[in-house]
T-cell receptor, first 112, second 117 residues
């Protein structure tokens, strides 16, 4: 089955700096890669996703890049704010089977 | 639109007791998932339903865990008997068919936090 690895496990940045979280996957058939943000005690919520037919997607301060050859994708958050502090999970899904494999999460701390 | 609804939010039981969690997915979502989330970890799939059929239950510990999704809508996850190691958050999620070859967006409930003493 698919194996998704996520790094780093914790990330601390100063407010206004950029943050980058990286994930790798093993199954070349994976074609949909969502990112979830989970605040303490809350549900994971989708913040951005990318399909394998594009290499980059941007939504205001967040962006995701995908390298299918290297089988890795990354989340980029620019101009970080304290409210960006949360745990971020990447995931990979193969085809239309609606099966998702999650990374182990990155705890992002944005210091004011 | 109402999101995925789970209950109870919190449950504390003694080991060897039974426990059940309930999930109501988003209306129209044919795929329902139960995930296990340990502290500091990503969600791990327990079981996935397509309508009322369990299509992937390979990670469900069938000696003590059971699940059902009657009529292809609500679902219940049961543990009997519970063990200390079952303490975790049980997340329910739902999705509808994506476009073409792609999976649909996954929506999570708030989760049910189980503590086994």
């Amino acid at each position: 089955g698919e194996n998704v690895e996520q790094h780093p496990s914790t990330l601390s940045v100063q407010e206004g700096d950029s943050a980058v979280i990286k994930c790798t996957y093993s199954d070349s058939a994976s074609n949909y890669f969502p990112w979830y943000k989970q605040e303490l005690g809350k549900r994971p919520q989708l913040i951005i996703d990318i399909r394998s037919n594009v290499g980059e997607k941007k939504d205001q301060r967040i962006a995701v890049t995908l390298n299918k050859t290297a089988k890795h994708f990354s989340l980029h958050i620019t101009e970080t704010q304290p409210e960006d502090s949360a745990v971020y999970f990447c995931a990979a899904s193969t085809g239309n089977f609606n099966k998702f494999y999650f990374g182990s999460g990155t705890k992002l701390n944005v210091k004011p | 639109e109402a999101g995925v609804v789970q209950s109870p939010r919190y449950k504390i039981i003694e080991k060897k007791q039974p426990v059940a969690f309930w999930c109501n997915p988003i209306s129209g979502h044919n795929t329902l998932y139960w995930y296990l989330q340990n502290l500091g970890q990503g969600p791990e799939l327990l079981i996935r339903y397509e309508n009322e059929e369990a299509v992937d239950d390979s990670q469900l510990p069938k000696d003590r865990f059971s699940a059902e999704r009657l009529k292809g809508v609500d679902s219940t996850l049961k543990i009997q008997p519970a063990e200390l190691g079952d303490s975790a958050v049980y997340l329910c999620a739902s999705s509808q068919e994506g476009g073409g070859i792609f999976a649909g967006e996954l929506f999570f409930g708030e989760g049910s936090r189980l503590t086994v003493l």
